[in-house]
């Protein structure tokens, strides 16, 4: 039985085809890129709300700080050499 508290995977995918132009985007213009898990700091650190993205393996990919006020910031980490 698997765990209550594990985090759950999602698929991720890029759209390196899209032109721009308009709000459709077509099956075959997607690339399944991989599996990813999102997890979300409940605890706010003076307005901002921290969002991790992390790959199955659990490293961190990209950390998002959201401010109350709707504006985002990403950091994202490339392991790859």
Do not use: R, W
Request: proline share 2%.
């Amino acid at each position: 039985m698997k765990s209550v508290f594990e985090e759950p995977l999602f698929n991720e995918f890029d759209f390196p085809k899209t032109n721009g132009n308009g709000h459709l985007i077509k099956k075959s213009n997607a690339e399944f890129v991989g599996k990813t898990k999102v997890s979300v700091e409940e605890e706010n650190h003076e307005g901002v709300k921290i969002i991790l993205k992390k790959d199955s393996n659990d490293s961190i990919k990209e950390i998002k700080f959201v401010c109350s006020c709707g504006q985002t910031k990403s950091i994202i980490l490339d392991y790859s050499e």
